[in-house]
Each structure stands twice: as C-alpha cells, then as structure tokens.
C-alpha cells in the first residue's frame, strides 16, 4: 500500500484549493419578477442572454447579472428558445415561433402551417428543427418558413434536441427516443425506459437524456445512437424529475422541479448534488458568460462562478532507473499559441521521507525537443540558474518541496508548444528509484495553450518494482483520458526488452484508502464495468493522433471518465509477474 499511496500526497496539495465551479450559485434577483410566471428555456449568442416563459415573457442580459424585460406581442407560453445562423429563434403555443437578430425586437415567422405546441427548437447541421406535441417535427432553413416531416410517434409529445458526431437526437413521453442523420427521416431508439424524457444534450461522443424521477440514459451517438445505457451507478439520487441538462468544457449539470442541481464530470460518471437557495422549481440549465445559468418559478435565474476548461495538471512517475538503456522518461506535449511554463523535477534523495528504500542518490534531468535538440538540463536543483524561483513554483503546483541543497533535480522552464522529452539518468552511472515529475504552472481559466499528453517510458520489474504514475486534473471540470501502457507494439519502433503483457491499475483517492476505478490487460478486451469499448480506444487513439496498438497485441488501453479534485493512481505491471520496458501514455481527448 506504500507504493499506491507514494504518489498521491505529491497530488494532494495541487488539488486541495482548486474548489469546483459547480458548487455554488448566486440568485439574480429581477426587479419586475412575478411570483407565478415560470422560465422554460434560455439560449446565447451574440454576446446576448435570452431566457423566455410565461405569459409571452422574453427577458435578455448581456452579463447573466441585470435582465431587461423585451416585448414578445403575445402573452401564449413560450417553451424553448435557441441561436443559430445570426438569430435567436423562440417557439411555444398554438405553434408560435418568434425570431430576433439580437434578442430585442421579435417578428413573428410568416409560414408554420401548424397550431400545435412546439416544445424544442435547435439549429444544427445547417438547418433549424422543432418538435412538439403530437410528435410533431419542422425543419425550416431561415426559421420562417416551416415544413413538416413524416414522425414515427403520432400519440406522444417530443421536448428535448440535440445534435452531434453527425446524428440528430429528439425525446420526449414514455421514453421516447428519435435518431436521425439527416432531420428528415426518423428512427425510433430503445430507450430501455417508460418514463418521459424532458431534456437531451451531446458532449464527448455521447448523448445524454434526463427525465422523469431522475431518468439518465447514455448513448453513444457515432452510428446514431442505437443502444442506450441505463445503469443505476450513472444517475442522480433522486426520484424528482430532471427538467433539464446542459453540458460544457467537461461538466454536465442537470437541475429538478424540486429545487436542486446535479453535476458531473463525464459520461457515465457519479453525480454531486448542489443545494440551491430556497429549494425553487427549477426548469431549466444553459451555458452562457462562462457560466451555467439555471431559470425556474418566479423569474428566478441563478448564476454559477466561472467554468473554465479543466487541463491535464501533472503526471507524476515512480520507477527505477538503472544503467545503459534503463532510464525513466516522461514525454510532454503541449499544444497551443503560446509558450507554457512547466515544471519538471527529478527526485530521488527526497523519497526517502516517503520510506522509499533504494533511492536514487544523484538524479541527472535533461530535457530534449522534439528534434533531439537539448534544452535544458540539471543535476542538484539548487545549482540552477534560477534555483530561487524553483522552491516558489514547487508551492505552487502543490509539489513536496525539496530539502536546501538536495542532490534532486529540478527544471523551471518555458515550453512553445511541441513535443519535448524528460530524461533521468543516474549520475555517474548510478542507479535507484526516481520520481520523476511534470507541473503545469498556469492558470486554467487564462491559459492560451495546454498538455495534451503526458507519458513515461521505464523498466517495469516484479512485485513492488513496477511503473506507478499519478494523474491531476485541475480546473472546474472533469477530462475524458486515454491511458495506454505499451508493451508488444513498442517492438515496431526497434525497442528492445519489452514487456510481454503489460495490465493497469487505475485507483483514486478517498479518505485514506483508494478505491479501483478501472482496468484493463488487453486493450482488445474492454472490461464490462465501463461503457467503453475496443473502438473507442481504437477511435481515440486516432483523435490524438497516438500511434495505432497492434490490433492482436497484449498492450493494455482503457478510457477513463475523470472527476474533479480527485487524485488518480496508475499502477502499471506485468501479468503473472512480467517485466520490461513499457510505456505508459495519458492522452487528454475530452474535446477531440
């Protein structure tokens, strides 16, 4: 258990003031509010907010602080508003769209050709598509003049849309779920549930539906979404109905009629309740101002802080260095516009507080571009040339810090984006176990350029001597992480000594103990517990522009779904005792 808990203080501290940006929110009074008149939708664009309602109401900011009321010509419900192609378009009752360039003067649009009530509107793959009661389906090219298409439910309403991966996504009574690639012909889905479907949204490949007494499906939408997920694991705790969901950088929020928000940081993920002042009907969940906004009863509209992206913060790898070859290396990628600051350390004689036996006595830490070019290198942090600012950015990143004059090794430096490697060797010849770390040092919320992947490459031995990296996520929102350790296919690229049938071990902190998230020993072979498949693996694996596994090898690869503010053990070892050479890689593939 030592060796499990070795990495996760060195996490801990980076963590510990990072607070999530989902764990409070802030009531915007509205000065003309009725207590009777309820919000229903809100949509953005333009740098304008635009939330409507009953009685006809239409109400705009441009900061999420200070609403103006607008005026709407009619005093019907207005059910859902959406932006797209320069307008903001509003349908509701008795089949009632209204159009806006700047959510402040509407018209009326001039062709429907229906009194039905319209509850979902959305502009995606260059087309506007309503739905409403009846199963009633437009699509319209301008959102003025609308045209029917044939709908698969004629005796049930339709409310929520989505669109992504190239499939269109409708819900709606008793579970109804509606695919479509093109929004004219429709396929009705499985759903696997009875219960009405208020609300669906796409994020990270994958479509989620929220609903009557804490409903949650999950499908994955490439090939158009056919099976649905319903595990109990994947839901809010609660038996109020989900009115809406709404997903961004990472996060999904979902919000019920009895005054509460749910969040979470992924697909398939668990979920965090978030009280909410004064317990409102709530009826709805947008994204805007970076920040999520939640409307409901009264006029009532709540603000969160400020959601920014969350980064892959730091991997942190123990393992042994020895001589020739057997040398601990950690890749950093970094992609962007500007330079990043990072750092990188080497430590060995500071493990021995840890209890770690065998410790490398003088790490040597050098640093190469992509083209083998050296950039920087240290042996004693203390002898570099900006030693003194080294101790401060330890604190920073939430770093252990060095003992004055350690013979650790530590790097303090501006990366352009590119593709740059870490090398420890042992000075002198020497060899010994090595920790060996990569910090991001930038602000989430303001940084122009970010790592996309991080990975090490070392000797994975028997028993306790085997590759044992850490993963932080910082920031207000989770991350979707591919993690493959290497094994077989290194062969190609003319390494030697590789080991035969690498497995990970993924573990997360809790309390003092840590809990198994996932694993995985062939990567062909995803494990039944996660919602991932080979093909997923396969698929991210080329968004990241990673090179392809062997499609028979022993290499191992799972999809990890992330929370925030959690530290991440990755043991990485070999079946039945294997050792050699693997790599092991972290790739951030949330928004590939």
């Known amino acids: 258990m030592r060796l499990l808990r070795l990495v996760a203080p060195l996490l801990s501290l980076a963590l510990a003031s990072l607070a999530s940006a989902q764990s409070s929110f802030t009531l915007r009074n509205l000065n003309n509010a009725a207590p009777g008149n309820l919000l229903w939708s809100l949509a953005t664009g333009g740098g304008t907010i635009v939330t409507v309602g009953q009685p006809g109401r239409i109400l705009t900011s441009t900061d999420g602080l200070s609403w103006v009321p ?49 509850n979902g509107v959305l502009y995606a793959g260059g087309r506007w598509i309503a739905v409403g009661e009846s199963g009633i389906i437009l699509t319209s090219a301008d959102a003025n003049t609308w045209a029917p298409v044939a709908s698969p439910v ?3 309403w339709l409310h929520g849309i989505a669109y992504g991966a190239g499939t269109y996504c409708v819900v709606g009574q008793s579970g109804t779920i509606l695919t479509s690639p093109d929004a004219r012909t429709w396929t009705v889905r499985n759903s696997t549930t009875t219960r009405n479907l208020e609300v669906v949204t796409f994020m990270n490949n994958y479509f989620t539906a929220v609903g009557e007494a804490g409903e949650c499906l999950f499908a994955y939408a490439p090939g158009g979404a056919p099976s649905w997920i319903n595990l109990p694991p994947y839901k809010p705790q609660t038996t109020a109905n989900l009115r809406a969901v709404a997903s961004v950088n990472g996060s999904i929020v979902a919000v019920t009629d009895d ?21 409102p009907f709530l009826n709805a969940v947008g994204f805007s101002q970076d920040t999520f906004v939640l409307i409901g009863i009264g006029e009532r509209i709540l603000q969160s802080e400020a959601i920014y992206h969350g980064r892959l913060g730091n991997l942190s790898t123990r393992g042994s260095v020895g001589a020739g070859a057997n040398t601990l290396i950690a890749g950093v990628v970094v992609r962007g516009t500007q330079p990043k600051r990072m750092l990188i350390r080497a430590a060995g004689p500071s493990l021995t507080q840890f209890g770690v036996t065998g410790a490398l006595d003088r790490p040597e830490l050098t640093l190469f571009d992509a083209t083998g070019a050296l950039v920087a290198t240290n042996t004693g942090w203390s002898t570099a040339a900006n030693a003194a600012q080294v101790p401060a950015a330890a604190l920073a990143s939430g770093a252990f810090a060095f003992s004055s004059g350690s013979a650790d090794s530590a790097l303090l430096v501006s990366l352009a984006p590119g593709n740059y490697t870490a090398q420890v060797n042992g000075a002198g010849g020497t060899s010994g176990v090595t920790l060996i770390e990569t910090y991001d040092l930038e602000n989430p919320a303001t940084m122009q350029s970010r790592l996309v992947n991080i990975s090490s490459r070392g000797l994975v031995g028997a028993g306790q001597n085997i590759i044992i990296p850490g993963v932080a996520i910082n920031g ?24 035969a049938n690498p497995q990970i071990t993924v573990t997360r902190a809790q309390g003092s103990s840590n809990v198994l998230v996932a694993t995985n020993d062939d990567w062909n072979t995803q494990n039944s517990s996660t919602v991932f498949t080979a093909a997923d ?11 392809a596994l062997l499609e028979n090898s022993r290499d191992a690869a799972l999809i ?5 503010n959690v ?19 972290v790739y951030d593939v949330t928004d590939l």
């Open 259 to 279: 005054g509460v928000a749910y969040s979470t940081p992924n697909v398939c993920n668990l979920w965090n309740r978030i009280p909410i002042p004064g317990n």
């Open 537 to 547: 693996v396969r698929e991210y694996t080329s968004r990241a522009a990673a090179f």
């Open 567 to 585: 530290n991440y053990t990755i043991q990485v070892s070999g079946v039945g005792g294997d050792t050699g050479v693997a790599l092991v890689e």
């Open 70 to 118: 607008r005026v709407s010509g009619t005093t019907e419900w207005l059910v859902a508003v959406a932006y797209g192609a320069g307008q903001f378009v509003i349908v509701g009752e008795s089949g009632r769209v209204l159009r806006s360039p700047d959510g402040i003067t509407w018209t009326p649009a001039t062709g429907v050709g229906t009194t039905t009530r319209l």
């Open 560 to 564: 990890l779904s992330t929370s925030t």
């Open 154 to 156: 004629s005796n049930r």
């Open 476 to 499: 207000s929102s989770a991350r979707l992480l591919l993690v493959r350790a290497v094994g077989p296919s290194l062969g190609q690229f003319g390494v030697a000594g590789t080991i």
